[in-house]
């Protein structure tokens, strides 16, 4: 029989028993009521075993029962034991976890859903200045107080990790980086590398500082080589030629340095000074007929417009990037190629687009194409006057404006170089004269026409 109904039978009993004993004596109500307070009894003095065991001997084995109330004490029992074990586990594996991350020389900090710290390792306390008497429970916002490390930490976009100084010595550079997990809690690492951030530095003076010093030995050069060549007809043929040769080769590596240093600059600067709302279709303009000037009538160029917003950027960043687009366009394009330039409504805010139908780029070209002298046919790019910088300026500049580069292209089919900008950074211009918003025929162009595109100084 089940314990169940084995208690059912015996409060059934006991109070039969009990009924019947008053009945002899002429008081079976009686004798019932006994019967069941005796049953009654005996299950408050099991209830008290059990609160004592459970609260005073927990880790003991249960008090001894029969029936219903053993069986519920054995099961108690078990299911006690099987907690602990389980509870045992896990806490050595946290302990495990816990002493891994004590071992590691970068800084583990875990957060609670509401940004409260709950757990990090000594490396944080060290390199973020925690400590474990006082901040235990804290926000993090409260310990790491930078406005850079606060909107990182409240955008909750942590794809690309976030560069500081440490906040306890301001020598060190860290690198967050944070990861959500759970039940939207937080895990903070931060990894110091002030030895990368040096090289990096280092890498970025010597850069700059060779570039500069180049610069006006260069000129030099080229100034006596204007000289020269104006009075070339008087040379020998032979020293006029070489001449030739040497002005545009001192061009390129002025053009080479000009690009170098624009580089250094845009990754020096901290950029947005400068913002102001760009008339897109004025500077578009421009850049048509500069475009215009080198393709010499080779390439016919069209510019449309149907974004009405203007763009927040710096006007030489964006002329720049924009420049060697459409340069790019002239120079790896064929004669009697299309190029078209569009300023366009676009999903996340709008676009820049340069697309143009010449020979195109093969695709496994396309990751590589934005790294330095990266070039998909090296003696094309020399002989049209190429520093390999081109496209690597563009995507610091597209980067300093928020922006992403998109490129399209396939051999044969042409090459769309489009510029994506965030709503964020349009704004609506002052009501000037219309916008064009149909393809402008080519203007006549003024420039005269160059290898390469202008480049802020
Ligand atoms: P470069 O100074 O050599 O032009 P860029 O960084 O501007 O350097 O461009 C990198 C390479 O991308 C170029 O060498 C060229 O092969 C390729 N490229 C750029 N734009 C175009 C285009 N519109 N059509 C075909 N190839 C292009």
């Given at each position: 029989m089940r314990p169940w109904s084995r208690e059912v039978w015996r409060i059934g009993l006991l109070g039969a028993a009990g009924s019947l004993v008053g009945w002899l004596f002429s008081a079976p109500g009686l004798g019932l009521a006994v019967g069941l307070a005796a049953c009654l009894a005996y299950h408050l003095r099991q209830l008290h075993a059990l609160r004592?065991?459970?609260?005073?001997?927990?880790?003991d084995e249960p008090p001894a029962?029969?029936?219903l109330w053993g069986d519920l004490f054995d099961r108690l029992y078990r299911y006690q034991k099987g907690q602990r074990h389980t509870q045992g586990r896990l806490q050595a594996t946290l302990?495990?976890?816990q002493e891994s991350s004590e071992a590691m020389r970068d800084s583990v900090v875990m957060l609670d859903p509401h940004g409260d710290l709950e757990w990090w390792n000594s490396a944080a306390e060290a390199m973020l200045g925690l400590e474990p008497a006082h901040d235990r429970g804290q926000h993090i916002t409260n310990l790491i107080r930078d406005p850079r490390f606060v909107a990182y930490f409240n955008a909750r976009a942590y794809r690309e990790p976030l560069t500081l100084?440490?906040?306890v010595d301001e020598r060190r550079v860290l690198q967050f980086q944070i990861t959500l997990y759970g039940d939207d809690e937080r895990l903070v690492m931060a990894r110091d590398i002030t030895r990368l951030h040096r090289l990096e530095e280092m890498r970025r003076d010597f850069v700059a500082n060779v570039s500069h010093e180049l610069r006006t030995p260069l000129t030099v050069l080229a100034g006596y080589l204007e000289t020269y060549a104006d009075t070339a007809e008087l040379l020998p043929p032979r020293l006029?030629?070489?001449?030739g040769r040497m002005q545009e080769q001192t061009a390129r590596m002025q053009n080479l340095v000009n690009d170098l240093l624009l580089l250094s600059r845009l990754e020096i600067d901290q950029g947005g000074e400068d913002h102001l709302a760009l008339a897109m279709p004025e500077l578009l303009a421009r850049i048509q007929r500069d475009g215009e000037a080198l393709s010499a009538g080779r390439q016919r160029i069209t510019l449309s417009i149907s974004e009405p917003r203007g763009l927040l950027g710096s006007e030489q960043e964006i002329h720049s990037a924009l420049s060697n687009l459409l340069f790019n366009a002239v120079r790896y394009t064929g004669e009697g190629c299309r190029i078209e330039l569009r300023w366009r409504p676009h999903p996340l805010g709008a676009c820049l687009e340069v697309e143009d139908n010449g020979e195109g780029i093969d695709?496994?070209?396309l990751p590589r194409l934005t790294e330095r002298f990266y070039r998909v046919d090296k003696g094309r790019s020399n002989a049209t006057g190429g520093t390999g910088l081109g496209l690597a300026i563009v995507k610091h500049v597209l980067l300093r404006h928020d922006a992403s580069l998109e490129i399209e292209s396939h051999p044969?089919?042409?090459?769309?170089?489009r510029c994506v900008f965030p709503a964020a950074r349009l704004v609506a211009l002052p009501a000037t004269p219309p916008a064009p918003t149909a393809a402008l025929a080519p203007a006549s162009g003024t420039l005269s026409p160059s290898a390469t595109p202008t480049r802020p100084d």
């Open positions: 004592n065991w459970l609260i005073r001997r927990p880790h029962a029969a029936g302990k495990r976890i100084t440490s906040p006029a030629k070489g001449l695709p496994i070209h044969g089919q042409g090459a769309l170089f």
